[in-house]
């Protein structure tokens, strides 16, 4: 299958790729603006696979979009590109509706323009709003977003929900709860907490750290993609989690322990204004109509991932000094390795 991935250079997308080329035969062709979320040494090593082609630009250029749907003949679409960080969206909250809502209905169109088999859109659990101490997120949950960042992805749904029943795009949804794991930008809570703890950085905690997140392995999230993608009924939203709901306060304490780093580095600071306290998803549906689970345990999951934070130093370092930036200009620039393509 051909398939365009955007926001393949981000955290989950670059991780989708990457499955997707390990493990299945399909063509992958990643669309990234390269906003400063994305970042090609994510996916260093793959640049010269055949099966992978890699396009600088935007999901709201209509023209970009179109030519790479024909020039590639893409049978399947999986909407990774967003804005994702909600406290992003708390200051710039118009650049959110431009790229989450504005840019995924060009891609919209553009798909049903070329009659593409597929559209998968990767939403959030952010777009029910926030739970009480009890309950969970069914896909028949109302909508209730609050911040600009889930505002925004909830219109999107809404969008795509439209061009599948007016237009007769095979559109799917996915709201996935929070993901963790390698690549992972160090401005979302668990790369940070790390990225901290390593230099012995005080660990901001928002409020009184007890709201709570439905943590799930990045991999297990790309599983899920793959089989709503394959096996997904057109028209449908699926809910993706792990139940597996943590305090934040107890993930901090749990990383400065893998870390073997002092609790005194722990610092409340004033909570994220509109600050949802609680998600947590009811996954049944994907597990009972596409047989999906997750297979990373969180103790293993967070462990990996400590140590892969750990081993892979420069890597947040470089996205902490700006250096990361360079890459595409030493691969992709005038002169550079790709220059040109
Ligand atoms: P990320 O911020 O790490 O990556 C986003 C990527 O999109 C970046 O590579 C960026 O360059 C690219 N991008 C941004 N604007 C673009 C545009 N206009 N055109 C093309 N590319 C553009 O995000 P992430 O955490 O990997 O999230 C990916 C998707 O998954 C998002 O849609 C997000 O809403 C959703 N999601 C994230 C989580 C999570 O826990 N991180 C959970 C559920 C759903
Ligand atoms: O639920 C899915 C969503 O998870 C995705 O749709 C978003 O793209 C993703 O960013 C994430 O949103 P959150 O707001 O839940 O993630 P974040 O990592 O920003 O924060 C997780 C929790 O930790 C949240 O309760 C806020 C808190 N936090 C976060 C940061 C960055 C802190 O206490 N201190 C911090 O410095």
Known sequence: MNILVTGGAGFIGANH??????????????????????????????EDNPRYRFVHGDIGDAALVARVLAEERIEAVINFAAESHVDRSLDAPRLFIETNVLGTQTLLAAASAARVARFLQVSTDEVYGSLGATGTFAEESPLAPNSPYAASKAAADLVCRAYGHTFGLPVLITRCSNNYGPFQFPEKLIPLMIANALEGKPLPVYGDGLH??????????????????????????????????WPNIEIVRLLLRLLDRPESLITFVPDRPGHDRRYAIDAAK????????????????????????????????????????AYYERMYGAGGRYGGR
């Open 212 to 245: 709570v997140r439905d943590w799930l392995f990045v991999e297990d999230h790309c599983t899920a993609i793959d089989a709503v993608l394959r096996r997904g009924r057109p028209g449908q939203t699926y809910n993706i989690g792990g139940g597996n709901e």
């Open 17 to 46: 790729v990457r499955w997707l080329l390990g493990r299945t035969e399909d063509r992958v062709i990643n669309l990234d603006l390269l906003t400063y979320a994305g970042n090609l040494e994510n996916l260093a090593g793959f």
């Open 286 to 325: 994907i597990r009972r109509e596409l047989g999906w689970a997750p297979a990373h345990d969180f103790a293993q999951g967070v462990s990996a991932t400590v140590d892969w934070y750990r081993d892979n130093r420069s890597w947040w370092e470089r996205i902490r000094s700006g250096a990361y930036r």
